[in-house]
Nanobody, 123 residues
């Protein structure tokens, strides 16, 4: 399984970005997906998750109401729509995959990881 994250960049506070993570190598429709982020000097933290069926999502409290995770099985892609971005959202964002999962907030439950995409939010 290979994961390719994209869509990061520089945005002003209050702006929006949409991250994408394209998966290849195995059946995507049975894969739970997660987004995590790592800010400079901090540990990797959960952002959002979506179950393999797509009917369950999970968010960190810090992004609820601002970020939305979604998936398009036809494109083998998971998205993270990020609105009302804040400087504290600045981080490298990673997508992760685990088969038959629930979109857990625990990084240890994900077997496959993408390379990360940098999001920088200026104040």
């Amino acid at each position: 399984v290979q994961l390719q994250a994209s869509g990061g960049g520089l945005v002003q506070a209050g702006g929006s970005l949409r991250l994408s993570c394209a998966a290849s190598g195995r059946t995507f429709s049975s894969a739970a997906m997660g987004w995590f982020r790592q800010a400079p000097g901090k540990e990797r933290a959960f952002v959002a998750g979506i179950s393999w069926s797509g009917d369950s999502t999970n968010y960190a409290d810090s992004v609820k109401g601002r970020f939305t995770i979604s998936r398009d099985n036809a494109k083998n892609t998971v998205y993270l729509q990020m609105n009302d971005l804040k400087p504290e959202d600045t981080a490298v964002y990673y997508c992760a995959l685990e088969y038959w999962g629930s979109g857990s907030d625990r990084s240890g439950e994900y077997r496959y990881w993408g390379q990360g995409t940098l999001v920088t939010v200026s104040s």
